[in-house]
């Protein structure tokens, strides 16, 4: 299964507003296919739905027909490849790219390392270097390429962006010495562009609101906003109104207490 693109994702979340609060057995009954086709067809996972499904889904929720060509756009759309796909990213890391690379807007909070968008090259490989994992000097040079090319697709796009990092991870020595002053001039100089804000949440705030949450992205895309976390072995995208919000509101108090753009680069500077 390939990850979902944007448009895959878009599809998904507006099929599963048309269906509502109507029974997905009925639905399914009524234009005569099985009822996990509903559920594969509202999941950004899982299948696109045949065009001669999609007319009569689309019929069955009386969508006006001006939008009916709307629908079957976003149709095309979701059929699509992603750039990050002749990779062969897939799952949940793919998802992200997707969503990553269509984003208008992209807030972030750091808990233990430099950003992903930020980060040099020398810092991906004492990363992967670091992390203990058996895999062969290609596969990290893949994953080094793919890094570098997200960079490329945000510098490209230039989406807003706003990342508060905790201390902790300028602090990591990852890399060693020359390794992390290079990394932190970079973090320095990205700052002067206009579409990057980043904040230096210090050792000195103690308790804060993200805590408990660890590390987390929102990303908007169009209409859609998602809220992105991750462990090591798992993948979290949740696109619930209130979860969204509740993450903005945790971005918001962090935004409050972390130091602001001088103090943040004098931080940064006096690291290492």
């Known amino acids: 299964m390939k990850s979902p693109t944007v448009g895959r994702w878009q599809l998904a979340q507006e099929l ?20 996990s086709s509903i559920t594969r067809w509202e999941d950004p996972s899982g299948a ?15 969508v006006p027909e001006d939008e009916v060509s709307r629908y079957l756009e976003l149709r095309e759309r979701a059929r699509e490849s992603g ?12 998802t992200y790219i997707g969503l990553e690379s269509d984003a208008r807007r992209i807030q972030r909070y750091d808990a ?10 020398d810092y991906q490989r004492a990363l992967i270097a670091g ?3 058996a895999i062969s000097q290609e596969e990290v040079d893949r994953r ?13 796009n230039r989406p807003q962006t706003w990342a508060i990092v905790d201390e902790a991870a300028i602090h990591r020595m990852v890399g060693g010495a020359a390794v992390m002053r290079a990394q932190l001039d970079c973090v320095i100089a990205l700052m002067d562009e206009p579409h990057v804000t980043v904040q230096l949440l210090p050792y000195e705030v ?4 993200a805590m408990e949450m660890g590390s987390f992205t929102v990303l908007d895309v169009g209409a859609l906003s998602v809220v992105h976390t991750e462990q090591r072995r798992s993948v979290l995208f949740q696109d619930d109104p209130s979860e969204v919000e509740e993450h903005l509101r945790v971005l918001d108090r962090l ?16 690291a290492h």
């Open 16 to 35: 599963a507003q048309l269906r509502g609060d109507k029974p997905r057995d009925r639905v399914a009954k009524a234009i005569d296919v099985a009822p």
């Open 48 to 62: 696109i739905p045949r065009r001669r499904d999609l007319h009569a889904l689309l019929a069955y929720y009386e």
């Open 112 to 121: 233990i390392h430099i950003p992903g968008l930020f980060q040099t090259e």
């Open 206 to 209: 103690g308790a804060h609101a």
């Open 255 to 270: 935004r409050m207490e972390a130091f602001g753009d001088a103090r943040t680069k004098a931080g940064l500077r006096g």
């Open 83 to 94: 750039w990050w796909q002749r990779f062969g990213i897939k799952g949940g890391y793919g």
């Open 131 to 133: 992390s203990g994992a």
């Open 144 to 156: 080094v390429e793919v890094r570098q090319e997200r960079q490329r697709v945000w510098m490209r």
